[in-house]
């Protein structure tokens, strides 16, 4: 069993819609959970992350966390079609897990 | 934000001939640097952490002496690819941790191998 599994889709939205990005995980030992923005050819770019359970907001971007159920979510509000990337998702404990990505499209 | 540079941003060399891929943080100090591996359509795998001044710590699977790192300095590492061979056509991506969370690990551009 993976460490991380995500849904690598593709997922096309019109634009303005509402995405939903979501990973499971295995390791209850995770702490940090993480999800990164990577464009075509190149390193990832930290979106948000999140310490233990809960929620986090910041902007169009929400992060949410049910340890409980190992799942984690990204949602992202009014979505543009320059928040067309490849999303990652990624866990730590004493190393850091990536999930394979959810490539997205938000069609104008 | 810090920033990772890495160069060359993509290389294509010959089956067995070997590859230096550099990673700089250009203005911070690096504790640890890591160094991925992403195939298309994959996650990100570690292949190996390294500090400044020892030896790297390889992840089960990955060969020391086939991936060369040294860090020789807290604001460089070089992953060294020896006798390249088709299968090791990848983006390498590093990235560069100064300490505690996940909001100090800033990552590369990456550099797309492609091994003939």
């Known amino acids: 069993q993976k460490e991380v599994e995500q849904d690598p889709g593709p997922l096309s939205v019109p634009e303005g819609a509402i995405v939903s990005l979501n990973c499971t995980y295995s390791?209850?030992?995770?702490?940090?959970f993480m999800w990164y923005r990577q464009y075509s050819r190149k390193g990832p770019e930290l979106l948000m992350y999140t310490y233990s359970s809960g929620n986090k907001e910041d902007g169009r971007f929400t992060a949410q966390v049910d340890k409980s159920s190992k799942y984690i979510s990204l949602f992202i509000r009014d979505s543009q079609p320059s928040d067309s990337a490849t999303y990652l998702c990624?866990?730590?404990?004493?190393?850091?897990?990536f999930g394979t990505g959810t490539s997205l499209t938000v069609i104008p | 934000g810090a920033v990772v540079s890495q160069h060359p941003s993509w290389v294509i060399c010959k089956s067995g001939t070997s590859v230096k891929i550099e990673c700089r943080s250009l203005?911070?100090?690096?504790?640890?640097m890591f160094w991925y591996r992403q195939f298309p359509k994959q996650s990100l795998m570690l292949m190996a952490t390294s500090n400044e001044g020892s030896k790297a710590t390889y992840e089960q699977g990955v060969e020391k002496d086939k991936f060369l790192i040294n860090h020789a300095s807290l604001t460089l590492s070089t992953l060294t690819v020896t006798s390249a061979h088709p299968e090791d056509s990848s983006f390498y991506i590093c990235?560069?941790?100064?300490?505690?969370?996940?909001?100090?690990?800033?990552f590369g551009p990456g550099t797309r191998l492609t091994v003939l």
């Open positions: 990235s560069a941790n100064t300490a505690g969370g996940p909001d100090t690990q800033y």
């Open positions: 390791n209850s030992a995770f702490q940090y």
């Open positions: 203005d911070f100090q690096a504790t640890t």
């Open positions: 990624a866990m730590s404990g004493n190393q850091f897990y």
